[in-house]
């Protein structure tokens, strides 16, 4: 018999044409790897193992990872070993802590910000450098808040303060629950964000009070035997423009991005409660309230709620009156600017501005890789489009399918129709 291996160009084509309905089959028998339930490896007629480029982590010929552009990765497969890594956390639990690390996030609308989670990262660094002697990380919160996930960003511990008077701009009532907790617990560390949120002035108080020299502007931190509380801190200064070093204080506030939050542990969140009563203090200051604020003024880096308009908008006047209804600050896509539509300040992107908003809700953009750079440090998108197999669809926490324009009318006329409604009760 002769050893000449015979070829079947029809099933070699079929295997190559993931489009025709054999595809799977003839992939299955041909298939010895399988990753994410699809073949990526198999024996190819000569002998030499043959990959398949669209495979999820196909690593190319110089050793570049290829970029998924069929959704696997962003879409359902994603998702799915996004909750299995979420599931396989490994569970900490420190019953005796050797000392305690104070964290006062700014908790805006609420939630945990990216700049919280950063700084509960660094406040999980300094806790458990030391593996036979971990620390425990101590939040305090200040008013209501809607977080479920407290134990996932690395919180041990949780003093819960939501009293009326905590509750908007009070930083004497709250520096005077800081100074119980202080008097109770004794934490070794006080982390702060450096935010104009109330990060930045309340850490300074603390500072005063404790009578300790605040580091403020902390981007890193790293290990120095010779500091007398083992570490030591790189700050900005100089408006930004130089790095100062110098022993890590009792009392920091640390910029955004000071380390990676806390992704591969979930911790207890034991909540606890203050044995010592809180003196009430007479406060000098009154709030107020906010000041309503022009979301078109808003710079795009620094506004929560983006109102992003894409090719797939037909009717700009009834975008802008629709963003005006939101109260949203308006974006666009690099078409939309493109074609005069919006201003270049206003574009999204890698090749625009990269955006931090709360809530990201994008209308006909199908969603480039530069735009998806973007918006990747968004909290939650939402995507209005016609297409539901376009990256962006992919991408949003919420996708709406439909027409543009009859979904923002329609939305526009719940949220005035809802603040008539509220405006009858009063």
């Given at each position: 018999?002769?050893?000449?291996?015979?070829?079947?160009?029809?099933?070699?084509?079929?295997?190559?044409?993931?489009?025709?309905?054999?595809?799977?089959?003839?992939?299955?028998?041909?298939?010895?790897?399988?990753?994410?339930?699809?073949?990526?490896?198999?024996?190819?007629?000569?002998?030499?193992?043959?990959?398949?480029?669209?495979?999820?982590?196909?690593?190319?010929?110089?050793?570049?990872?290829?970029?998924?552009?069929?959704?696997?990765?962003?879409?359902?497969?994603?998702?799915?070993?996004?909750?299995?890594?979420?599931?396989?956390?490994?569970?900490?639990?420190?019953?005796?802590?050797?000392?305690?690390?104070?964290?006062?996030?700014?908790?805006?609308?609420?939630?945990?910000?990216?700049?919280?989670?950063?700084?509960?990262?660094?406040?999980?660094?300094?806790?458990?450098?030391?593996?036979?002697?971990?620390?425990?990380?101590?939040?305090?919160?200040?008013?209501?808040?809607?977080e479920e996930a407290l134990g996932e960003a690395g919180i041990d511990r949780?003093?819960?303060?939501?009293?009326?008077?905590?509750?908007?701009?009070?930083?004497?009532?709250?520096?005077?629950?800081?100074?119980?907790?202080?008097?109770?617990?004794?934490?070794?560390?006080?982390?702060?964000?450096?935010?104009?949120?109330?990060?930045?002035?309340?850490?300074?108080?603390?500072?005063?009070?404790?009578?300790?020299?605040?580091?403020?502007?902390?981007?890193?931190?790293?290990?120095?035997?010779?500091?007398?509380?083992?570490?030591r801190c790189t700050a900005r200064g100089g408006a930004g423009s130089l790095?100062?070093?110098?022993?890590?204080?009792?009392?920091?506030?640390?910029?955004?991005?000071?380390?990676?939050?806390?992704?591969?542990?979930?911790?207890?969140?034991?909540?606890?409660?203050?044995?010592?009563?809180?003196?009430?203090?007479?406060?000098?200051?009154?709030?107020?309230?906010?000041?309503?604020?022009?979301?078109?003024?808003?710079?795009?880096?620094?506004?929560?709620?983006?109102?992003?308009?894409?090719?797939?908008?037909?009717?700009?006047?009834?975008?802008?009156?629709?963003?005006?209804?939101?109260?949203?600050?308006?974006?666009?896509?690099?078409?939309?600017?493109?074609?005069?539509?919006?201003?270049?300040?206003?574009?999204?992107?890698?090749?625009?501005?990269?955006?931090?908003?709360?809530?990201?809700?994008?209308?006909?953009?199908?969603?480039?890789?530069?735009?998806?750079?973007?918006?990747?440090?968004?909290?939650?998108?939402?995507?209005?489009?016609?297409?539901?197999?376009?990256?962006?669809?992919?991408?949003?926490?919420?996708?709406?399918?439909?027409?543009?324009?009859?979904?923002?009318?329609?939305?526009?006329?719940?949220?005035?129709?809802?603040?008539?409604?509220?405006?009858?009760?009063?």
């Open positions: 018999m002769s050893e000449i291996i015979r070829r079947d160009p029809r099933r070699e084509w079929i295997a190559r044409n993931r489009l025709h309905p054999d595809n799977a089959a003839v992939l299955a028998a041909l298939g010895v790897n399988r990753a994410g339930g699809a073949v990526s490896e198999w024996m190819g007629p000569s002998g030499v193992v043959r990959k398949d480029p669209r495979a999820i982590g196909f690593i190319g010929p110089n050793g570049v990872k290829r970029i998924d552009r069929s959704g696997l990765q962003q879409g359902g497969q994603a998702t799915a070993a996004t909750t299995a890594a979420r599931d396989s956390r490994r569970t900490v639990t420190i019953d005796q802590p050797a000392f305690l690390v104070a964290v006062v996030p700014d908790l805006t609308g609420g939630r945990l910000s990216g700049h919280d989670k950063d700084l509960l990262g660094l406040a999980r660094r300094v806790a458990d450098a030391d593996a036979e002697q971990p620390g425990a990380v101590v939040a305090i919160l200040f008013g209501e808040h809607k949780v003093v819960h303060l939501d009293d009326e008077f905590y509750a908007g701009f009070a930083p004497e009532a709250r520096l005077a629950a800081l100074s119980a907790v202080e008097r109770e617990m004794t934490p070794r560390f006080w982390l702060l964000p450096d935010s104009p949120l109330g990060g930045a002035d309340l850490g300074r108080r603390l500072a005063l009070r404790l009578g300790e020299r605040a580091a403020t502007g902390v981007w890193q931190v790293e290990a120095d035997n010779e500091a007398s509380l083992g570490w790095d100062i070093q110098r022993p890590l204080p009792r009392v920091a506030l640390a910029l955004a991005e000071c380390a990676e939050p806390v992704d591969e542990t979930r911790h207890a969140a034991e909540h606890l409660t203050l044995t010592a009563s809180i003196p009430t203090t007479l406060s000098r200051i009154e709030d107020l309230g906010q000041v309503a604020v022009d979301p078109a003024g808003v710079a795009l880096a620094e506004a929560e709620f983006i109102l992003s308009g894409g090719n797939g908008v037909k009717q700009w006047d009834a975008f802008h009156h629709a963003a005006k209804v939101l109260g949203a600050t308006e974006g666009a896509s690099r078409v939309a600017v493109d074609d005069g539509f919006m201003a270049r300040d206003r574009q999204v992107g890698a090749t625009g501005t990269w955006v931090t908003a709360r809530v990201y809700m994008a209308v006909g953009i199908s969603g480039a890789i530069q735009h998806l750079q973007g918006i990747q440090r968004c909290d939650k998108v939402v995507a209005i489009n016609l297409d539901p197999g376009c990256d962006i669809i992919k991408r949003a926490d919420l996708a709406v399918i439909g027409d543009s324009t009859q979904i923002l009318a329609a939305l526009v006329a719940m949220v005035e129709q809802q603040r008539g409604g509220q405006r009858d009760a009063a």
